[in-house]
T-cell receptor, first 114, second 116 residues
Framework: GENVEQHPSTLSVQEGDSAVIKCTYS??????FPWYKQELGKGPQLIID?????GEKKDQRIAVTLNKTAKHFSLHITETQPEDSAVYFC?????????????FGPGTSLSVIP | GAVVSQHPSWVICKSGTSVKIECRSL??????MFWYRQFPKQSLMLMAT?????????EQGVEKDKFLINHASLTLSTLTVTSAHPEDSSFYIC????????????FGPGTRLTVT
């Protein structure tokens, strides 16, 4: 089955700096890669996703890149703000049927220092 | 749109009792709902896939007789933890996908279960 790895496990950046989180996946059939932000005591929230037919996607301060050959994908947050502090999860899934499982990476705890 | 609710948000029960957690898609129909468990400072672990009108599919290592899942309608799935023990204490989260775009999963706010 699919296995998703994620690095680093913790990340501290100064406010205004950029943060990068990297993930790898094992199943070459995976073709949908969402990123979730989870604040303490809450459920995950989808912040951006990318599908395998696209190499890069950007939404304001957040961007995601995908290298299907290497089975790598990354989240880039620019101009970080204290409210970006949370746990971020990458995930992988296959878009085929309505029963697509989302397999999560272990998470990255991001701290943005004011 | 795409709001998923869970009830209760937290629950405390005594060891040996059962507790039911509800997951509802408020503004869309969900053919499939997923149940996850999350321990402190860990990732989400998929427990089972809940399909409307049919039996749930459990992940390896998850006891189907202990974690009963019912998906009676396109907007409601329930997880019942039977004969709960302290080790079942965890954060339980459900997600649901739209029938029109099952790839995107929308997550509920989670239910904190504490078994004493």
């Amino acid at each position: 089955g699919e296995n998703v790895e994620q690095h680093p496990s913790t990340l501290s950046v100064q406010e205004g700096d950029s943060a990068v989180i990297k993930c790898t996946y094992s199943d070459s059939a995976s073709n949908y890669f969402p990123w979730y932000k989870q604040e303490l005591g809450k459920g995950p929230q989808l912040i951006i996703d990318i599908r395998s037919n696209v190499g890069e996607k950007k939404d304001q301060r957040i961007a995601v890149t995908l290298n299907k050959t290497a089975k790598h994908f990354s989240l880039h947050i620019t101009e970080t703000q204290p409210e970006d502090s949370a746990v971020y999860f990458c995930a992988a899934s296959k878009i085929r049927t309505s029963y697509d499982k989302v397999i999560f990476g272990p998470g990255t705890s991001l701290s943005v220092i004011p | 749109g795409a709001v998923v609710s869970q009830h209760p948000s937290w629950v405390i029960c005594k060891s040996g009792t059962s507790v039911k957690i509800e997951c509802r898609s408020l503004d869309f129909q969900a053919t499939t709902m997923f149940w996850y468990r999350q321990f402190p400072k860990q990732s989400l672990m998929l427990m089972a896939t809940s399909n409307e009108g049919s039996k749930a599919t459990y992940e390896q290592g998850v006891e189907k007789d202990k974690f009963l899942i019912n998906h009676a309608s396109l907007t409601l799935s329930t997880l019942t933890v039977t004969s709960a023990h302290p080790e079942d204490s965890s954060f339980y989260i459900c997600s649901a996908g739209r029938r029109t775009d099952p790839s995107e999963q929308y997550f509920g706010p989670g239910t904190r279960l504490t078994v004493t």
